[in-house]
């Protein structure tokens, strides 16, 4: 980018916008230290972003949306501005966060079956099929159990 591209600023309405981010998110992150405070206008004092404070908050934002906890953002942004001494800890944080999102696509598609075997009653039940609503009843009860047990 060129320096006069980078020298353009936001306001926090344009910084929430270009981000996904609410405003107040971008007011909580910096107050919390996610990200360092941001530059004020010595005119107003209201926050200015750059294009470099965007591009932080881009990806604090696709963290977030990967579910990754505010402490571990926190984490992982100090860790990013030591470079390739912090990768070790970067590949850690990334790979718990991993983790996290298997163990819950696996409850989710187990909710998703549960799901789809009720329906299946329901079905058979417009069916007039007791046989087969008894069927997939029990199947539902025992995924229940595993549902209950994975909570």
Known sequence: MSAQTRSRTFSIKEAAALTGLPASTLRYYESIGVVAPVSRSASSGH???????????????????????????????????????????????LTAQRERLAREADL??????????????WQAVADGDDARASEQSERARALADELKRTK
């Open 47 to 93: 926050r200015v972003y750059t294009e470099d404070d965007l591009d932080l908050l881009t990806w604090v934002a696709c963290l977030s949306a990967t579910g990754m906890a505010v402490s571990d953002m926190r984490q992982y942004v100090a860790n990013a501005a030591a470079g390739a001494t912090a990768a070790e800890q970067q590949i850690g944080l």
């Open 108 to 121: 989710l598609a187990v909710r998703r079956r549960y799901v789809e075997l009720k329906i299946d009653v």
